[in-house]
């Protein structure tokens, strides 16, 4: 799958343990709490569905997502913070909900930080919808943040 968009060719490909040095790079750009190359190792090790979104050779973003019956949950997507607010994060979400319905899933859950405003508004545009709250799920800088749990129906 390829696509053109803002006059960047992208495609994807499936993220390897040679790349995870770069998708760590990534992630600890865009996070403050960010994943460790040991997470990605484990998901690859684990067979998750891991794709990264690639304009020649610069990671653009990717997704991690588990497979489930009829169902497949998103653990990671994320954009590299240069390529933000130019859509791609939509790309790799149309990504995911088509390799989602090849593996016959009714729906896509998510997780995603109460204080991640930016990312609820790109998953409600989308068409996700709020469903639930996890009390003190991720890591926060002085104790634990709530996580909302959202989900797409396929």
């Known amino acids: 799958m390829s696509a053109v968009f803002k006059s960047m060719e992208a495609g994807f490909e499936p993220m390897t343990e040679p790349r995870l040095d770069e998708v760590v790079a990534i992630e600890r750009r865009a996070y403050a709490h960010p994943w460790?190359?040991?997470?990605?190792?484990?998901?690859?090790?684990?067979?998750?569905?891991?794709?990264?979104?690639v304009g020649g050779e610069t990671i653009i973003g990717y997704f991690v997502a588990m497979q489930g019956v009829d169902e497949v949950h998103l653990l990671n997507i994320t954009v590299d913070p240069a390529h933000q607010g130019?859509?791609?994060?939509?790309?790799l979400l149309d990504a995911l909900a088509l390799w989602a319905r090849q593996q016959h899933a009714q729906w896509l859950w998510l997780e995603v930080r109460t204080s991640n405003l930016r990312a609820q508004?790109?998953?409600?545009?989308?068409?996700?919808?709020?469903?639930?709250?996890?009390r003190n799920y991720y890591p926060a800088e002085h104790g634990r943040e709530d996580a909302i749990v959202m989900s797409y129906r396929l």
Do not use: P
Request: charged share 25%; net charge positive; proline share 0%.
């Open 121 to 134: 508004q790109v998953y409600q545009r989308y068409g996700y919808r709020r469903v639930g709250e996890r």
């Open 86 to 91: 130019l859509g791609w994060g939509r790309v």
């Open 36 to 53: 460790t190359r040991g997470n990605f190792a484990d998901s690859l090790r684990s067979g998750y569905q891991a794709q990264l979104l």
